[in-house]
């Protein structure tokens, strides 16, 4: 049985214009949008909100400044998602913040089709890593404890 589980992500991004598109196109189909302005403020707010399932990343400043901002949301927080939005005048801002570890780019103007499905599959790939990292953690556990052996998994 599947649960329909909301959606939380978090956008980076200064455009209010964009900024406004995104968080009403999105509440429409039930993902929950958070906003952050700066890097810093985005790293500081995924420490709050450790639940974000992925983060969207405008591509209007700086390349240094974007690509600073990914990096240091990977730095405090490994496994989130980070889906990179620009113009095609930024596109090569995007394929270098892929070539950094974003998970996926989107180019703009986007489809709101084509954005949900980018969401959905990073959530699902952040979610896989969770699971990985807890089997782990759990099979650390019980070999710890004697309780567990590669033969008789």
């Not at 589980?5 to 406004?20: N, R, S």
């Not at 390349?63 to 405090?76: C, F, G, I, R």
């Given at each position: 049985?599947?649960?329909?589980?909301?959606?939380?992500?978090?956008f980076?991004?200064?455009?209010?214009t964009?900024t406004?598109?995104?968080?009403?196109s999105?509440?429409?189909?039930?993902?929950f949008?958070?906003?952050?302005?700066?890097?810093?403020?985005?790293v500081s707010m995924?420490?709050?909100?450790?639940?974000?399932?992925?983060?969207?990343?405008?591509?209007?400043?700086?390349?240094?400044?974007?690509?600073?901002a990914?990096?240091?949301?990977k730095?405090?927080?490994?496994?989130?998602?980070?889906?990179?939005?620009?113009?095609?005048?930024?596109?090569?801002?995007?394929?270098?913040?892929?070539?950094l570890?974003?998970?996926?780019?989107?180019?703009?103007?986007?489809?709101?089709?084509?954005?949900?499905?980018?969401l959905?599959?990073?959530?699902?790939?952040?979610c896989e890593?969770?699971e990985k990292?807890?089997?782990?953690?759990k099979?650390?556990?019980?070999?710890?404890?004697?309780?567990?052996?590669?033969?008789?998994?």
């Amino acid at each position: 049985m599947v649960r329909n589980v909301t959606t939380h992500i978090l956008f980076v991004g200064v455009e209010q214009t964009l900024t406004a598109r995104i968080r009403r196109s999105l509440k429409e189909h039930g993902v929950f949008v958070s906003i952050a302005a700066t890097a810093d403020h985005a790293v500081s707010m995924l420490d709050l909100q450790p639940f974000m399932d992925a983060v969207l990343l405008d591509v209007t400043s700086s390349e240094s400044a974007v690509l600073d901002a990914l990096q240091s949301m990977k730095s405090a927080h490994p496994l989130i998602e980070v889906i990179v939005m620009a113009t095609r005048e930024k596109f090569y801002v995007a394929i270098q913040a892929m070539k950094l570890g974003a998970f996926d780019l989107l180019v703009q103007p986007y489809r709101v089709d084509e954005l949900l499905k980018k969401l959905r599959e990073a959530k699902a790939h952040r979610c896989e890593h969770q699971e990985k990292i807890l089997a782990a953690q759990k099979k650390m556990l019980l070999l710890r404890r004697g309780i567990y052996s590669e033969e008789g998994t």
